[in-house]
Structures are given as C-alpha cells and as structure tokens.
C-alpha cells in the first residue's frame, strides 16, 4: 500500500474511493466495476461474508460526509469518529479494515493516533491512510514515520 512513495502521478490514488476499491484485506470482498452497484455485489456475496469496514476520522462533520458519500458506491461500512480519542476507542471495540485519518485534529492530531493505532497487537497490519490538507513534504514524510500506509491530499 506504499503508493505515498509514488514518484510518478499516474501511481497515485485519486480519490478516497478508489483506494479503497484497492484495497485486497482479508475481509475485502472485492471491488465494484464501473457498472457495478453495491446491491449487485451484496447480493453475489457469499452467506456468512461480512463487509469490510472503513472508520473514517476527521474533526469536522462536512468532511466526515464527504468522505461517506465518496465511498457510497463501494461495498463496505462506513464508521465515523469525530477525534483521536473516539477513533482508538472505536478501535479497540471493533478492529476496522481500514482507517481514514485526518492529520490536524484537535487533542490528539493524526500523527499520534496513528502511532498509537500501529502500537495496538494487530495495529501494524491495519491499513492507515492519512487525509491532509498539509502539503509540505514533510509533513507527508512524518505520516509515513508515524506508521501511515499511505496519504491523500484534502479535499479528497
């Protein structure tokens, strides 16, 4: 997933959706086609399948949508969490398969939670994707230290 090493544009990821089509977890039941429709891909899962599940966590509720409706078209469930604080214990609750972490957050920004995501027993193997509007490189570069798997520039 370390496309945020990527040199060449074209291996970046677009959009918050198509990363998440990307992604092949355990529980990721594959990805929707262009003509697909999440009702289709639902009804071909197979009994006892489960959805993958993206915790989404940005301080503000406009991007927490956003976000949401960006991947209405993927098959998969969307928890949100409004800080750092909320989001480990969501996490801790129920392991997601992906998390979407804004940087700059109140309390505990971004960094951290995703130091303290990656310290959890199976935290290294969750997938962190770092969602900011800083666009110095090394700030892309401290998200990467801090564990991210990978980070995407605002507005997503």
Sequence with gaps: LRRGLAQ??????ATASSFVRALRPAAWL???????SAATV???RPAGRRIPVVLVVDDGAANRELIRAC???VDCEV???EDGMTAL???KASFPDV??????????DGFEVCERIKAFPKGRLLPVVMITALEHTRDRVRALDAGA?????KPV
């Design 8 to 13: 060449d544009p074209d291996e970046r990821y």
């Design 30 to 36: 594959g990805r929707l086609d262009g003509g697909s």
């Design 42 to 44: 639902l009804e071909a």
């Design 71 to 73: 991947l209405a078209g």
């Design 79 to 81: 928890r949100t969490a």
């Design 89 to 91: 214990q969501s996490i």
């Design 99 to 108: 998390v979407l972490l804004d940087v700059q957050m109140p309390g505990l």
């Design 149 to 153: 798997d990978d980070y995407m520039s």
